[in-house]
């Protein structure tokens, strides 16, 4: 009887898993999906150490299925840092203006270095968007002011996507070692 109860359950299973599955259809070269599209963004070229760096953006996609917001960061010096995902829900599948932010460390020797934001959308169907890339340089004059939102973007301050999951360190710190030749950070 046991060993009955346990097939019933699986065929149940297999049943309810199949009726989810949606159908694999070919499609022909002039029924492909369309890609997301950024039709705008923006960033502060210069930021406080320890400040947040909010990215703007504002997305399209005809078939309301944007999946995630990638985002690559690069340091001379240092590299790629890992690729961060933001991944879109609701509404804002078919199109947003909003911001994703980058927690920067209060770190002056981020002074000298120089960084660069790539920023890809991606749909579902693994459509991607065109590559938007924005510099970031940070700067601590003795009269620092932040940044004002520009009037274009005050709207999309107002709508977090999320964050850019990324650590930042300074090509310094990333280059120092304990004194006996082992880098601190390898």
Not at 24 to 39: E, F, G, H, T
Not at 132 to 147: A, E
Request: with cysteine; glycine share 6%; net charge negative.
């Amino acid at each position: 009887m046991f060993k009955w109860n346990w097939l019933v359950i699986l065929l149940i299973l297999l049943l309810a898993g199949c009726t989810t599955c949606k159908g694999v259809a070919k499609k022909s070269a002039n029924d492909q999906d369309s890609p997301p599209v950024i039709l705008d963004s923006y960033a502060a070229e210069k930021i406080r150490p320890g400040a947040s760096w909010r990215v703007y953006l504002e997305a399209k996609d005809e078939d309301g299925d944007i999946n995630y917001i990638a985002a690559q960061l690069f340091q001379p010096g240092v590299g790629y840092y890992p690729t961060s995902f933001t991944y879109i829900k609701g509404v804002d599948r078919q199109g947003f203006a909003g911001y994703i932010y980058l927690n920067t460390p209060a770190d002056y020797h981020l002074l000298a270095d120089n960084f660069r934001l790539d920023l890809l959308l991606r749909d579902c169907e693994q459509n991607k968007s065109e590559t938007v890339s924005l510099p970031l340089k940070f700067d601590y004059p003795p009269s620092y002011q932040p940044q004002e939102v520009p009037e274009r973007w005050q709207t999309a301050a107002t709508h977090e996507l999320g964050a850019i999951m990324v650590e930042i360190i300074s090509s310094e710190r990333y280059n120092s070692d304990d004194g006996n030749g082992n880098n601190l950070l390898k």
